[in-house]
């Protein structure tokens, strides 16, 4: 049995997009929010925790009122594969009449998203929008042709970790988006 080392599995996995064209994405989508959300008054929520690291460099490059609140729900808890989602923290400001920004890392089969638009349009909000810093490429979609409002990068099918994304709970604090070695891709 091999023992897990997150060190070798950062150093044999493959960088898919590097900090800089990461930024240059989230640069974007800060032009295109500033466009439809500046005079909304929104709330940002960062669904934690793979939306930490986007939601805190989004953030400053929105220059307009709005609060930040978050949610903490988690579908694989850690594990490559799972079915529900777990909550683990709802938002704590009054969403009803808002518009809400939902930020998560990554959209995969999309069962997150959609249970989170979910839970928002349930509160009485004003609109929601959902915007994800990577869209995996595949046809599991939750929902046929399900989209983010707004995208960042598409990566391919692949697992992938940094940039608030994790494998096995590591690497989330990765400067980039990483495909794992196809070694050590068990899902
Ligand atoms: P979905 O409900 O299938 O869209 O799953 C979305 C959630 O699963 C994301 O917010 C991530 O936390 C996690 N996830 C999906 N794909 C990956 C991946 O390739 N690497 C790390 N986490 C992932
Ligand atoms: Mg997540």
């Known amino acids: 049995m ?62 307009f009122p709005l609060q930040v609140d978050y949610l903490h729900a988690s579908r694989y808890q850690n594990k490559m594969r799972g079915e529900s989602l777990h909550w683990l923290a709802y938002p704590k400001l009054d969403l009803k009449n808002r518009h809400i920004l939902l ?37 599991r979609k939750a929902q046929e042709n399900l989209k983010a ?8 099918d692949r697992f992938v970790f940094g940039y608030g994304l994790d494998y096995q709970g590591y690497w989330r604090n990765a400067p980039g988006i990483f495909a794992l070695h196809k070694d050590d891709d068990k899902s």
């Open 2 to 63: 091999t023992l897990f080392d997150p060190s070798a599995i950062y150093q044999r996995s493959e960088c898919l997009f590097s900090e800089a064209q990461i930024t240059a994405a989230i640069e974007k989508m800060a032009a295109a929010i500033t466009l439809q959300f500046s005079d909304k008054n929104p709330i940002v929520i960062s669904i934690l925790n793979g939306g930490l690291i986007l939601t805190g460099q989004l953030l400053t490059l929105l220059n």
């Open 103 to 139: 930020v998560d890392d990554i959209l995969d089969e999309g069962y997150t998203l959609v249970a989170v638009k979910e839970y928002c349009l349930n509160q009485q909000v004003a609109s929601v929008q959902t915007l994800v810093l990577a869209d995996k490429k595949h046809q």
């Open 149 to 156: 409002d707004f995208t960042g990068l598409e990566v391919p």
